[in-house]
């Protein structure tokens, strides 16, 4: 079957590559590669999708591109967001890029926000940190910006506290922080496994409706199949630390070739396939 | 702690013999650590009031862990209007300072050294009680104290098999500061007369005579404050060390 | 025809505070459901947070007291039985809890873990206990050895397979389940619900199955009951529940849920009928 990339313009060049990357960690007397050799791209406009369960080395992946790793990591390989190399930079150089062309969305936005800020200010601060704007421009902004959001009447919403909001609404604000910089990349880390399933599906369909409007490209992990098939256009399938399998969305659904992938999608029960043993039928898939 | 239990052998001289000639002499190499006003070795003094610092305080934090592991794992399993009661007695007492409460205690009960243990004891309770219980409630939340009811556990046993053993260790560690906390009242109280009652010796009366000499003997009021100094680091530490003995993740 | 297997009749629970001054009366998080369990019959529980779905499945496992109403399990009213008939209601339903890490006390083997049922109803000689055991780690596909290891030594869907085997030790009619794959990945997932099918049907077991995933939910169950706010906004059996809701909560929770085969079809080379 074919497939192809249709986000991979000629002349254009990926807004990140990863190649090679291995990240390790040093135990007591051996070192544990939890990342290995693992190559991805994310081209203009793209939601690329890296799925795999819990081990696979799908969150090292992202937070290696955000360089939030803890200390004692490894990393090897190379990095490039924009063109720059991620893994040269200071960490001042870091920062900057962080937030301006580079935003993250984690899975959990209560622990993410501060809960003694209100949320005009969280959302602003990027602006004023980033681009010295004034407090009041910033509030301003920050308004367009949780409306852009569908959050209803963000004049109100910004003097209120993140715990008066709902987990759902909380994601969005964490979003509309994100944007606010207009990055050209969202890296999100599960940004939906914690919500319920309606809750769920408004905020898939906010992501797609930004890379639509403003042409931001997300890095999406998630380690839920449904998810990634809603939002993705690329799916890289890890496990063990490695890139199993990588292709469109489409193929990957219909014609997976590795073992791996093929037992992931035998396990999943769906709405539409709701019988049949879903452990045998994952491991015959696995042969 | 050693010490303190083999202070007969180690004390190089009787702690309540007196020998006049002997007074307020500076340390040397016969009185290690100098003797006080009436010729009595203070370093033979200061370890068997370590021993009697020692059984106080072992006895008070026993009365407070025990008396305070019993109010609060009940108060804390059963809830309700069992624990509003409870609580709220813990909590008056809680309100009295430490010391003008075990001052009261003794006062009311004699001078002895049993009644300090006992006075001490009862001043550690509210604190035991409260660690217990909010301890106990956080397990009543884990799901096996679910399970075990659900197979039919009686009350009783899953109090002693699924919820003490998992709440020992907070109290343990809780007993060891106590214990040092402990040590030091039992001293205030000595100090102030209502404890060990001269001419035995303890750290407290030991240093209220010593503060009399400070001008002419200042090892009599150093010593036994050392001492006390290094006992209360000494317990803290081993708070510290129990803590991470007791995490199930190391076995 | 005899009794429904659990008979839940118009239960209310609201959360009161009991405070210094009274009692103050909290909002309902369930508020008058009535639902009915058959024999042999798996009955899911759908909802989103808040619904009041595990509250209601605690109602049943008499852990908690309903403020109104009733529950019957097996012809008894769980709240009014004493002696031998709470002991028999103890017996005869057991339950898997959601969170592998907190299901199991951390200062107990395996092998204590799934003797105390066995004690706690006196059966058997230590002995007769400890073959016992090593027979259910077997059955539920774990090496025997096991019993002398700790909880924290044990993965995630090994701990399930002992909650299973906790589950089942005596031989219960009925077991109620709490999201008990939330916490798996998906590979682990579809393991344990092939062995809780395989357990229901060996042992003909009546079940609860409480879950907020619908394709698990659709998965296991033959009726379904889509909860909300403390509310049953529906029940039926499953396939018409899915294919045809009436209710438009239930539509709306229907539709959110992804279906990536529904948009791109089936896979084609899996090898194994879906």
Known sequence: ????????????????????????????????????????????????????????????????????????????????????????????????????????????????????????????????????????????????????????????????????????????????????????????????????????AQVVNLLKEIRDNKGTSILFISHDLGVIAEVCDWVYVMHRGKVAEEGSIERIFNDPVDPYTRMLLAATPTISHPGGVLGRAASAARR | MLAALFAPWIAPYSPIELDVVQMLQGPSAMHWLGTDEVGRDVFSRTIYAARISMQVALIAVSVGLIGGTLIGVVAGYFGGVVDLALMRVMELLFSFPAILLAVVLMASLGTSVLNAMVAIGIVFIPGFSRLARASAQAVLREQYVEAARTVGMSDMRIILREILPNIVAPLLVEAAVAFAYAVLLESALSFLGLGAQPPDPSWGNMLNTGRGFMAQAPWLGIVPGMAMFISVLGFNLLGDGLRDVFDPHMR | MSEPAIVIADVVKSFDQIGLFGRKIGPRAIDGVSLTVQRGETLGIVGESGSGKSTLLRLVLRLIRPTSGSVRVEGRDVWAARGSDLRAIRREMQAVFQDPASSFNPRQTIGAILAAPLEVHGFGSRQSRRALVGEMLERVGLPAAMATRYPHQLSGGQKQRVAIARAIILKPAIVLADEPTSALDVSVQAQILDLFEEIKRGLALTSIFVSHNLAVIRHVSDHVAVMRRGRIVEVGPAAQIFANPQNDYTRALIAAVPDPYAKFGNPRNLGVPL
């Open chain 1, 1 to 200: 079957m074919s497939d192809v990339r249709k986000h991979r313009q000629p002349g254009a060049s990926p807004i990140l590559s990863v190649s090679d990357l291995v990240v390790e960690f040093p135990k007591r007397d051996e070192t544990v590669r939890v990342v290995d050799h693992v190559g991805l791209e994310v081209w203009p406009g793209e939601i690329v999708g890296v799925i795999g369960e819990s081990g696979s080395g799908k969150t090292l992946t992202a937070l290696s591109v955000l360089r939030l790793l803890p200390k004692r990591a490894r990393v090897a390989g190379e990095i490039q967001l924009g063109g720059r190399r991620i893994l040269e930079l200071s960490r001042r150089q870091m920062r900057q890029l962080r937030g301006d062309r580079l935003a993250f969305i984690p899975q959990d936005a209560m622990r993410a926000l501060n809960p003694t800020m209100q949320v005009g200010y969280q959302v602003g601060e990027p602006l004023i940190l980033h681009r010295r704007e004034p407090l009041r421009a910033a509030l301003a902004k920050a308004i367009t910006l949780l409306g852009s959001v569908h959050l209803r009447n963000p004049e109100t919403v910004i003097a209120q506290f993140p715990h008066q909001h709902s987990g759902g609404m909380q994601q969005r604000i964490m979003i509309a922080m994100g944007l606010a910089l207009e990055p050209e990349l969202l890296i999100a880390d599960e940004p939906t496994t914690a919500l319920d399933v309606t809750v769920q």
